[in-house]
């Protein structure tokens, strides 16, 4: 189980890492697809065995709604916009030189987890806690609204592992209660983002302006 | 029986009014308000004639705490449920579903035994009410829903980092077992958890769960979500949403101290809560609208309640539960008025409005009074619960911080009294802008009484309800 665990939260982790280096918004989405996909595997993995059913079926659910549902919904949301909305001869070096950092930071955070943990699983703890930090840093660090919402998902992606690799899931109740909120953040960021698209005519983030003081 | 009662009349009001127009719309609303208070009263006079209540098989559960906090909720729903339906504005669509969902969502928050449904219940008062906050759909609303939205659900996923990592804890140390992320549990084992796992889960809590509470740096999204929404929904959100936010990390606190000496969770409350009073009186000083005046205020007493959960001892707890109350009324009855105010005058700017007392007699006034009393003049109740909170901090020997919060309450004292007398009294216009009612009065007339009697004649009970708060949440 440490292995097939520790390799499947590194290739997620690797994924985050592709994110932040990729520019073009359906390559980004690629990879957002992949990382979900691997995580829904991890649940299963872990799920069948360690003997937990509702675990593998929890995966199934977070494979429809990541890897299928939410894509669909980003997708619509960024239809029309450029692909590279970034400026031209941007590069990516500084931002993987901060999520490198960002991984050293998840370790040194988790340590008292990781010292107290006498799970199989236990070593890829740090490695989910990465990925959601740099989701955060994709999401706070995003140009567009796009960039925004598919910064939150990549974090959310990272709580999710850490939530299987820690605790084997939570109680059934939470596991839906969570799906259910991701699903309707996710359709109301859809709604908000049509509408700031129909006034702006634009997602980027600099042009919302109108509140600063 | 009450528990369900007080659950199910928001939840079947909103899925009732989706289909409902006009006068039977009005019905259903009016009754479903009035059906969550008498329960919200029940549950109330349960808890306080002794134990607690459960429904569900302890899935529901309310203490003192949550008797105290779903009171309030009900109480202020009642208010500002009320003003939603007589000033008609807010009639088109959406309005009443949302806003009886949201108010179901609070509710549930704080009545569930179980921390992880408390996280979803929690996350849905950020949902119900984004479409609440956009209700007026103009550019600067949409703006302010699009940062609620995205700065409180990241937020509230770090508090999701907090609970996995608690349950983490659990786990570890217990094996597998069926209730093991209900409250109750927790407390129970929380003496044998590693209490350097517990202290990690506890920041991730607090800066998550402090993020709807609106504690500075974690603030940033309230001051244009409270001003942008419908006054009646800013009631909700700035009067008891907030202190959803410090309600959830009550529950963990005492888990922490349990766990790992009450040092810690002290020192991280303290912080924020002089943070948070900092940041606001720095914009209070020369406040440019009203209703970002009264949300930046929000940052403030939030500020000085954390300031009493951080002091402790039996002073600070019972001084920042009652404050969360006397704020609630304040504040939501300022936000109904500024609601007023801003479709009289067209505006809300503070240079814009002119005459105020004259222009609009009751609710210039009222406006004028009450906020006199959320700025702590006695003999209203916010006064009161401000020197206990203020003499926790000395007695406990937090000289520093206690001093600081002191003058930070002087700097927003001037600041917000000046603006109120340039709104006041400044070039009275020529047009009277309100017909003088005395429906106009009631909600300023209760808000007013019930900051009377905890200002100046506490009710036989108060002082005990309060005890047991604060043994709920630990000195």
């Known amino acids: 189980m440490t292995a097939a665990t520790n390799l499947l939260a590194f290739f997620a982790l690797a994924a985050a890492l592709l994110l932040v280096w990729r520019r073009s918004w359906p390559g980004r989405l690629r990879v957002f697809v992949v990382q979900s996909a691997l995580l829904a595997i991890l649940a299963m993995t872990v799920g069948a065995l360690a003997g937990r059913p509702i675990l593998v079926v ?11 549902i939410i894509p669909r919904a980003l997708q619509r949301m960024a239809a029309g916009t450029p692909v590279r909305p970034g400026a031209p001869g941007q590069s990516s070096g500084l931002a993987l030189l901060a999520a490198g950092t960002l991984i050293v930071a998840a370790y040194a955070v988790m340590l008292p987890v990781t010292a107290s943990a006498t799970l199989p699983t236990a070593g890829a703890i740090p490695l989910a806690f990465a990925m959601a930090l740099i989701g955060l840093f994709v999401c706070v660090t995003g140009r567009d609204v796009l960039g925004h919402v598919l910064g939150f998902l990549v974090f959310e992606n990272g709580i999710f592992g850490l939530a299987v690799l820690a605790t084997y899931g939570l109680p059934g109740l939470v596991e839906a209660g969570v799906f259910l909120d991701v699903l309707v953040i996710v359709l109301l960021m859809e709604g908000v983002v049509m509408e700031i698209r129909r006034e702006h005519d634009s997602l980027a983030v600099d042009r919302l302006g109108e509140l600063r003081e | ?15 009732l009014l989706t289909r409902m127009a006009g006068a039977l719309r009005h019905l259903v609303h009016v009754a479903a308000l009035a059906v969550l208070l008498g329960a919200g009263a029940v549950l109330a006079l349960k808890v306080a004639s002794g134990g607690t209540v459960t429904a569900l098989d302890g899935l529901l559960r309310a203490d003192a705490l949550s008797a105290w906090m779903a009171g309030l909720i009900a109480l202020v729903a009642a208010l500002a449920g009320i003003e939603a339906a007589a000033s008609g504005a807010e009639a088109p669509g959406r309005f009443f579903p949302l806003f009886h969902l949201f108010i179901f969502t609070m509710l549930l928050a704080v009545t569930t035994d179980d921390l992880g449904l408390m996280w979803v219940a929690i996350e849905g008062t950020t949902l119900a009410s984004v479409f609440l906050v956009n209700h007026h759909r103009t550019r600067a609303s949409l703006e302010a829903a699009y940062k609620y939205l995205l700065i409180c659900s990241v937020g509230i996923a770090l508090a999701f980092i907090g ?8 786990l570890q140390q217990f094996g597998a077992e069926a209730h093991a992320l209900r409250w109750t549990t927790l407390l129970r084992w929380a003496p044998q958890l590693p209490p350097r796992v517990v202290e990690l889960a506890f920041v991730f809590l607090l800066v998550g769960y402090g993020t709807k509470a609106g504690l500075a740096p974690m603030h940033t999204w309230l001051p244009d979500a409270h001003s942008e929404a419908p006054a009646p929904v800013s009631a909700l959100m700035s009067g008891v949403l907030l202190s959803v936010g410090v309600y959830a990390v009550l529950r963990f606190k005492p888990v922490v101290d349990l766990a790992a000496g009450p040092g810690f969770s002290r020192r991280l409350l303290v912080t924020l809560g002089v943070a948070s009073m900092t940041v606001a009186a720095a914009f209070l000083w020369t406040p440019t609208h009203v209703k970002r005046m009264l949300a930046y205020s929000s940052v403030e007493h939030l500020g000085l309640v954390a300031l009493g959960l951080g002091f402790g001892g039996v002073w600070g707890t019972a001084g920042a539960v009652l404050h969360v109350a006397n704020h609630a009324v304040a504040k939501a009855t300022l936000f109904l008025l500024s609601g007023r105010i801003r479709d009289a005058y067209g505006s809300a700017d503070i240079a814009l409005v002119r005459g105020l007392v004259a222009a609009m007699p009751v609710t210039g006034r009222g406006f004028a009074v009450v906020l006199l009393a959320l700025l ?3 003999p209203f109740g916010l006064f009161i619960s401000e020197v206990m909170i203020l003499g926790a901090g000395f007695q406990e020997g937090w000289w520093g911080a206690t001093g600081l919060a ?14 109120l007398h340039r709104m006041a009294h400044d070039a009275a216009p020529a047009t009277r802008r309100e017909d003088v009612s005395w429906q106009a009065a009631v909600p300023v007339v209760i808000a007013l009484g019930l900051l009377l009697v905890t200002g100046l004649a506490w009710p036989p009970g108060l002082a005990a309800a309060l005890a047991r708060i604060s043994a709920v949440v630990g000195g």
Do not use: Q
Request: aromatic share 10%; net charge positive; no cysteine.
């Open chain 2, 406 to 419: 002191l003058i930070l309450l002087v700097v927003a004292f001037g600041g917000m009294l000046r603006a």
């Open chain 2, 163 to 170: 609970t996995v990592l608690v349950y983490f804890a659990d």
């Open chain 1, 58 to 68: 929890v995966g199934v659910v977070f494979l429809a709604l990541k890897a299928w």
């Open chain 2, 1 to 15: 029986m009450s528990l369900l009662v007080l659950l199910l009349a928001p939840l079947v009001a909103a899925a």
């Open chain 2, 376 to 378: 702590g003049l006695p």
